[in-house]
Nanobody, 118 residues
Framework: QVQLVESGGGLVQAGGSLRLSCAAS????????MGWYRQAPGKQRELVAT???????NYEESLKGRFTVSRNNARRTTSLQMNSLKSEDTAVYYC????????????WGQGTQVTVSS
């Protein structure tokens, strides 16, 4: 069983930066994809970015250039560096792991709140 625990959320002024981290416990496979989703009040959960074990990344198009996802396979962690934050980035950010080796399975963290004040 995989468990994901996020850290690093908080309150930041517009234009500032935050770094989110996620630590995974349990067996993590090299074929697992890790990453981040977010959910703003009254909106659906949306993709932020994902990263594979070989470093291939996928971003929500509008976040490219401001957000950077990374992964440390040895430490079983993934991080999200967020720069030039805007008020519309305010949301709960969820760590995510997708496993597709034998069947499709998804794991989620409990979420961490990011609030950007204007």
């Amino acid at each position: 069983q995989v468990q994901l625990v996020e850290s690093g959320g908080g309150l930041v002024q517009a234009g500032g930066s935050l770094r989110l981290s996620c630590a995974a416990s349990g067996t993590i496979l090299s074929s697992d994809t890790m990453g981040w989703y977010r959910q703003a009040p009254g909106k659906q959960r949306e993709l932020v970015a994902t990263v594979t074990s070989d470093g291939s990344t996928n971003y929500e198009e509008s976040l490219k250039g401001r957000f950077t996802v990374s992964r440390n396979n040895a430490r079983r962690t993934t991080s999200l560096q967020m720069n030039s934050l805007k008020s519309e980035d305010t949301a709960v950010y969820y760590c995510y792991l997708r496993r597709t080796n034998t069947s499709w399975r998804e794991y989620w963290g409990q979420g961490t709140q990011v609030t950007v004040s204007s």
